[in-house]
């Protein structure tokens, strides 16, 4: 008898965690516009992070953005204005669990109130000191990890003007190659064969006009084959649902990657959802935290 009460309170117990767990239909991911949400009946201004229930109805308006997660972790892009009860957008993403929850609750804490709190309040948590006159917006070296073969280098141009010179070499400082550039951007591809039998690569970008002008040397470093094996291995898990090209997507990739710290190729994750919708503050206030937040900006 004791041992059958016992398995009753064990599935209650179970059951109302389920349900606790449960308790919304999707969050907000990104948002732009003046997009609403009724609860009751009341319309109220729909906020990033705000959690919508299965009796929920959401109001896009004109020229509007709303990027939802789904609780099983499913993302959901809503572009079209009009009126959408949450229960029609529950229905159709469709059951079965996601583990792309894990990396779309760790943005939605990154990017809370109380996460840039902490980090206004960290003192010297996140700056450098560096003089340089050239700031490049890349991780310090034991972040210098990249899975993929494209990295993004960004650098800020308000106090040194352009045109600048990118120069790239190898460990032995052997120089791999020189770029002559007006724009603070620069595209590495590793597959390239000046770099593609190189393990690593050291950036370094100057001012033409002025050669004193320069920045710090960063390093941008390949994965082992193990360490890439693992990577691919957990992004496996993830890639079917975020295969498609939208910002919502990248964002969410910009998650794992930051997650698995390998910045590198979350910045051009970060840069590939702005592309693809460039008139939505979230990603760029986004992006923005995540540099601030692993100190490659200074705020």
């Known amino acids: 008898m004791k041992t ?32 609403e949400v009724k609860s009751g ?12 229930k299965s009796g929920d109805e959401v109001k896009l308006t004109d020229n509007s953005y709303i990027g939802l997660v789904h609780s099983t972790g499913k993302p959901m892009e809503l572009k079209q204005a009009g009126s959408y ?9 469709g059951s079965g669990a996601s583990v792309l929850s894990k990396y779309t609750d760790f943005i939605l804490s990154s990017n809370s109130a109380e996460a840039k709190k902490n980090r206004l309040s960290a003192t010297g948590a996140v700056h450098r000191g560096e003089t340089y006159a050239i700031q490049l917006l890349l991780p310090e070296n034991q972040h210098s990890g990249i899975y993929n073969t494209v990295a993004i280098i960004n650098w800020e141009g308000t106090k040194v003007p352009g045109p600048y010179i990118v120069t790239l070499r190898n460990m032995f400082d052997d120089e791999l190659a020189k770029i002559e550039t007006p724009e603070t951007s620069f595209q ?21 006009n002025d050669p004193k002008q320069v920045s710090k040397q960063h390093l941008i470093k390949k994965l082992t084959p193990a360490d890439a094996e693992k990577v691919k291995t957990s992004l496996n898990e993830i890639i079917g649902e975020v295969a498609d090209q939208t910002a919502l997507n990248k964002f969410i990739l910009a998650g794992f990657y930051e997650e698995n710290n390998l910045f590198i190729d979350a910045i051009a994750a970060y840069e590939d959802a702005i592309k693809l919708a460039p008139d939505v503050p979230t990603y760029k206030e986004a992006y923005e935290e995540f540099l601030l937040r692993h100190g490659m900006k200074k705020s």
């Not at 009946?41 to 919508?52: E, R």
């Not at 009860?85 to 993403?93: E, F, I, P, Q, Y």
């Not at 770099?195 to 033409?208: Q, R």
């Open 188 to 208: 590495v591809d590793l597959t390239d064969p000046k770099f593609a039998k190189e393990n690593a690569v050291l950036v370094e970008v100057k001012s033409k």
């Open 85 to 93: 009860k949450v229960s029609d957008l529950s229905a159709k993403v």
């Open 4 to 35: 059958k009460k016992y398995i009753f309170l064990f599935g209650l117990l179970t059951l109302n965690s389920f349900v606790f767990a449960q308790d919304y239909a999707f969050k907000v991911l990104a948002n732009k516009g003046s997009n």
């Open 41 to 52: 009946d009341t319309w109220q201004p729909l906020k990033t992070g705000a959690s919508l």
